[in-house]
């Protein structure tokens, strides 16, 4: 007999709100339009340090249609936020270019937008820093980095090891600050009525949206609730609460009216966080095996004035290789800049970029394979906390992947095959991302008439986490996906961990399949039949989050790329591109292939497009928008193919499964590098690869 864990968990079922999104019944936050509706639009300082002196809104308020335009200075009082990035409208300082120092109100889209651009803002210009540099004066060594790793982790003599090494590779590499850009962007529509705040906010977490507006408002978090039930795309940068719903609220409150505010692509660079830029040194020494014995990885970044963010990004090499002596740095200034944030796999995106580039040069080094060189320095146990993995198939990874592409045929000399004007190349990387599993609550119900309900605060920002909790639930009360319905994005469900850092799936899906067991056993004990009241059962897993585990884990992949690399004009295509990634159990495969493809392709972008320009006299990024901010289309993603390696983990959680939304852009840019330098014998160290970067190396 065929059961239901065979029809459900692990199949293809396609997402279940895809005729909602075709038709376009699946309503996203800017598309809720309540009665009596005014519209915002803010003012964002001019200006990249210093105070605000004074306001000119005459001509603003004259604008047809226009009703208010709140400053500091008329703006409804609030708490100071827990996260200072919050605290809009509360005072006169300008720590950034781009700070909100203003908010017109209308009654149209238009006539708001019309009112911002009236306004008449006089600074008391400050002179300000932005520019990063390996030896700023500013730099100092924090206390700890982001998800709360110690910045500073060293073990045995990096250094002596080092010098005693045979084979050595002392490289610097660069990248340029990032933007996040989902497809959706940030919007919020805010309405109080007799003192409670109803807010649709486009978020990864209407529970953290709704703790931070409860405290800033100094309301009872019960009278507010914030809904996200249809979010298009974050990528981190609604990970955390951002000023649109802050200020929706501010305005609403003040006017008492429902406020809608959708902010402009041009004003997302400045308002919701980006990847910083980073320069990183990666000092490896090893034996003529290419064994490494000594590991230093060295980053500078920055953060800025209003809240200290610093990327974690040496700290997968803490985890990643065997070292028996290794060093990680992290040394960040504090800069006239808005405040950098989460963007897909922070730390890991970006440190492996480095390290993974830094293996490949070891592996020329020491005259050694660069899928082999991976193989040789695969640890026992994971390096920097001495303890055993939960599971490690990288080696598969590496040698199911190289099968698969064809590597056995690649020449391993440099430079060596054209094709016309053309030299194409193939490229290896390896990939990380830890499992993370968050704090969660679920309910789940049965009815009568055969159904169940499964309620949980999750968010689903495009992933297909939708449909992948309803299979977990399906499984786990042993019925037919079709009987099973799901409520996700809701302040008022029971409480769920924001949708980030592949934790989604792990947290929520766990305390789904917690309380379907619960309900499961509340059903057996009635005989086996569902009373006309129907019966509910309720779970979560603070418990199991506490305890931890006594394992290391970690998703892994290997990338393969090949590229194509035009003499006359320096530009880089990739031809294509090939990732196996062992990531526990996949729940669903269509929508896990969905998330290694996406980010395989994002990384694509952070390999040859993706850079933003702080302009030193101006404090502002100079790419702004989807014109001069260039992401990858459908015509630079040639091939890319994604595989997996089936895993039996049984110290995850119950479904088995890891994180699968970011581990896909680990390692492509550094793959998509090597592969660069094996067409054309140059190697770049600095991201995006342009080819104004390249094309003097080739001539």
Same mark, same amino acid.
């Given at each position: 007999?065929?059961?239901?864990?065979?029809?459900?968990?692990?199949?293809?079922?396609?997402?279940?709100?895809?005729?909602?999104?075709?038709?376009?019944?699946?309503?996203?936050?800017?598309?809720?339009?309540?009665?009596?509706?005014?519209?915002?639009?803010?003012?964002?300082?001019?200006?990249?340090?210093?105070?605000?002196?004074?306001?000119?809104?005459?001509?603003?308020?004259?604008?047809?249609?226009?009703v208010a335009v709140l400053t500091h200075e008329n703006a409804p009082r609030t708490e100071e936020p827990e996260d200072p990035t919050l605290g809009v409208l509360r005072d006169d300082r300008v720590p950034h270019r781009g700070w909100v120092v203003a908010l017109a109100v209308a009654e149209t889209p238009e006539a708001a937008r019309a009112a911002a651009d009236a306004v008449r803002v006089t600074y008391?210009?400050?002179?300000?820093?932005?520019?990063?540099?390996?030896?700023?004066?500013?730099?100092?060594?924090?206390?700890?980095?982001?998800? @709360?790793?110690?910045? *500073? &982790? #060293?073990?045995?003599? /990096?250094?002596? %090891?080092?010098?005693? $090494?045979? !084979?050595? +590779?002392?490289?610097?590499?660069?990248?340029?600050?990032?933007?996040?850009?989902?497809?959706?962007?940030?919007?919020?529509?805010?309405?109080?009525?007799?003192?409670?705040?109803?807010?649709?906010?486009?978020?990864? @977490?209407?529970?953290? *949206? &709704? #703790?931070?507006?409860? /405290?800033?408002? %100094?309301?009872?978090? $019960?009278? !507010?609730? +914030?809904?996200?039930?249809?979010?298009?795309?974050?990528?981190?940068?609604?990970?955390?609460?951002?000023?649109?719903?802050?200020?929706?609220?501010?305005?609403?409150?003040?006017?008492?009216?429902?406020?809608?505010?959708?902010?402009?692509?041009?004003?997302?660079?400045?308002?919701?966080?980006?990847?910083?830029?980073?320069?990183?040194?990666?000092?490896?020494?090893?034996?003529?095996?290419?064994?490494?014995?000594?590991?230093?990885?060295?980053?500078?970044?920055?953060?800025?004035?209003?809240?200290?963010?610093?990327?974690?990004?040496?700290?997968?090499?803490?985890?990643?290789?065997?070292?028996?002596?290794?060093?990680?740095?992290?040394?960040?200034?504090?800069?006239?800049?808005?405040?950098?944030?989460?963007?897909?796999?922070?730390?890991?995106?970006?440190?492996?970029?480095?390290?993974?580039?830094?293996?490949?040069?070891?592996?020329?080094?020491?005259?050694?394979?660069?899928?082999?060189?991976?193989?040789?320095?695969?640890?026992?146990?994971?390096?920097?906390?001495?303890?055993?993995?939960?599971?490690?198939?990288?080696?598969?990874?590496?040698?199911?992947?190289?099968?698969?592409?064809?590597?056995?045929?690649?020449?391993?000399?440099?430079?060596?095959?054209?094709?016309?004007?053309?030299?194409?190349?193939?490229?290896?990387?390896?990939?990380?991302?830890?499992?993370?599993?968050?704090?969660?609550?679920?309910?789940?119900?049965?009815?009568?008439?055969?159904?169940?309900?499964?309620?949980?605060?999750?968010?689903?920002?495009?992933?297909?986490?939708?449909?992948?909790?309803t299979q977990i639930a399906a499984d786990a009360l042993d019925v037919p996906l079709d009987r099973v319905r799901v409520e996700i994005g809701d302040s008022g469900l029971p409480a769920a961990s924001v949708a980030g850092g592949s934790s989604g799936t792990a947290s929520w899906g766990w305390s789904v399949h917690k309380a379907c067991g619960a309900l499961r056993e509340r059903i057996d004990e009635a005989g086996g039949a569902v009373p006309p009241g129907g019966l509910s059962a309720t779970a979560d897993i603070a418990e199991e989050v506490r305890?931890?585990?006594?394992?290391?884990?970690?998703?892994?992949?290997?990338?393969?790329?090949?590229?194509?690399?035009?003499?006359?004009?320096?530009?880089?295509?990739?031809?294509?591109?090939?990732?196996?990634?062992?990531?526990?159990?996949?729940?669903?495969?269509?929508?896990?292939?969905?998330?290694?493809?996406?980010?395989?392709?994002?990384?694509?972008?952070?390999?040859?497009?993706?850079?933003?320009?702080?302009?030193?006299?101006?404090?502002?990024?100079?790419?702004?928008?989807?014109?001069?901010?260039?992401?990858?289309?459908?015509?630079?993603?040639?091939?890319?193919?994604?595989?997996?390696?089936?895993?039996?983990?049984?110290?995850?959680?119950?479904?088995?499964?890891?994180?699968?939304?970011?581990?896909?852009?680990?390692?492509?840019?550094?793959?998509?590098?090597?592969?660069?330098?094996?067409?054309?014998?140059?190697?770049?160290?600095?991201?995006?690869?342009?080819?104004?970067?390249?094309?003097?190396?080739?001539?």
């Amino acid at each position: 007999m065929t059961t239901s864990r065979e029809r459900v968990l692990g199949s293809a079922a396609v997402r279940i709100e895809g005729p909602a999104k075709v038709c376009g019944t699946a309503r996203y936050a800017a598309e809720y339009t309540p009665p009596g509706c005014l519209y915002a639009w803010v003012v964002p300082a001019t200006v990249a340090r210093g105070r605000v002196v004074s306001f000119d809104t005459a001509a603003a308020l004259a604008e047809p249609g226009a009703v208010a335009v709140l400053t500091h200075e008329n703006a409804p009082r609030t708490e100071e936020p827990e996260d200072p990035t919050l605290g809009v409208l509360r005072d006169d300082r300008v720590p950034h270019r781009g700070w909100v120092v203003a908010l017109a109100v209308a009654e149209t889209p238009e006539a708001a937008r019309a009112a911002a651009d009236a306004v008449r803002v006089t600074y008391a210009a400050e002179d300000h820093d932005i520019v990063l540099t390996a030896d700023h004066p500013g730099l100092y060594v924090p206390e700890t980095v982001n998800a @709360g790793h110690p910045a *500073v &982790r #060293e073990r045995g003599d /990096a250094d002596g %090891a080092y010098a005693a $090494a045979p !084979v050595r +590779v002392d490289v610097t590499y660069a990248m340029e600050p990032m933007h996040n850009h989902p497809m959706e962007p940030h919007a919020a529509v805010a309405h109080w009525d007799n003192g409670r705040l109803t807010v649709r906010d486009s978020s990864q @977490g209407s529970s953290g *949206v &709704r #703790e931070a507006l409860a /405290a800033m408002f %100094a309301v009872d978090p $019960a009278l !507010v609730t +914030v809904t996200s039930e249809h979010v298009g795309g974050g990528f981190g940068s609604k990970g955390s609460p951002r000023p649109q719903p802050v200020l929706a609220a501010l305005a609403a409150r003040h006017l008492g009216r429902p406020v809608k505010l959708a902010l402009h692509r041009s004003q997302l660079p400045a308002l919701v966080g980006h990847r910083p830029a980073t320069i990183q040194r990666v000092r490896l020494g090893a034996g003529r095996d290419g064994v490494i014995t000594s590991l230093t990885h060295e980053v500078v970044t920055y953060t800025s004035t209003v809240k200290e963010f610093v990327e974690q990004a040496a700290t997968p090499a803490r985890t990643m290789y065997t070292s028996p002596h290794s060093r990680t740095v992290h040394r960040v200034a504090a800069l006239d800049v808005p405040t950098p944030s989460w963007m897909r796999a922070p730390g890991e995106a970006s440190g492996m970029y480095a390290l993974e580039s830094a293996m490949d040069e070891l592996a020329l080094a020491a005259g050694v394979d660069p899928v082999e060189l991976r193989v040789r320095n695969e640890p026992s146990h994971e390096p920097d906390s001495g303890r055993p993995y939960s599971s490690r198939h990288l080696v598969e990874c590496l040698r199911d992947g190289a099968r698969r592409f064809g590597w056995r045929d690649r020449d391993p000399r440099p430079g060596v095959r054209r094709e016309g004007r053309f030299l194409v190349g193939s490229g290896v990387a390896a990939s990380s991302y830890p499992v993370l599993v968050l704090p969660a609550a679920a309910e789940a119900r049965a009815d009568a008439d055969g159904g169940f309900l499964v309620r949980v605060n999750a968010t689903d920002i495009g992933t297909g986490a939708r449909t992948v909790l309803t299979q977990i639930a399906a499984d786990a009360l042993d019925v037919p996906l079709d009987r099973v319905r799901v409520e996700i994005g809701d302040s008022g469900l029971p409480a769920a961990s924001v949708a980030g850092g592949s934790s989604g799936t792990a947290s929520w899906g766990w305390s789904v399949h917690k309380a379907c067991g619960a309900l499961r056993e509340r059903i057996d004990e009635a005989g086996g039949a569902v009373p006309p009241g129907g019966l509910s059962a309720t779970a979560d897993i603070a418990e199991e989050v506490r305890a931890g585990s006594e394992f290391a884990r970690h998703a892994y992949g290997a990338q393969f790329v090949e590229v194509q690399v035009d003499t006359d004009t320096g530009e880089i295509r990739v031809r294509r591109m090939l990732g196996v990634f062992a990531a526990g159990r996949i729940l669903n495969s269509r929508t896990a292939r969905s998330q290694f493809i996406g980010g395989m392709t994002m990384g694509l972008g952070m390999a040859l497009m993706e850079g933003a320009t702080l302009d030193p006299v101006a404090g502002d990024f100079a790419e702004r928008d989807l014109a001069s901010y260039h992401v990858p289309a459908h015509a630079d993603v040639r091939s890319v193919e994604a595989y997996w390696i089936e895993e039996d983990d049984r110290h995850l959680n119950p479904m088995g499964s890891k994180g699968v939304g970011e581990i896909g852009i680990v390692g492509t840019a550094a793959a998509i590098g090597n592969a660069v330098c094996h067409a054309t014998g140059v190697r770049l160290r600095e991201v995006p690869m342009r080819p104004d970067r390249l094309l003097p190396h080739l001539r």
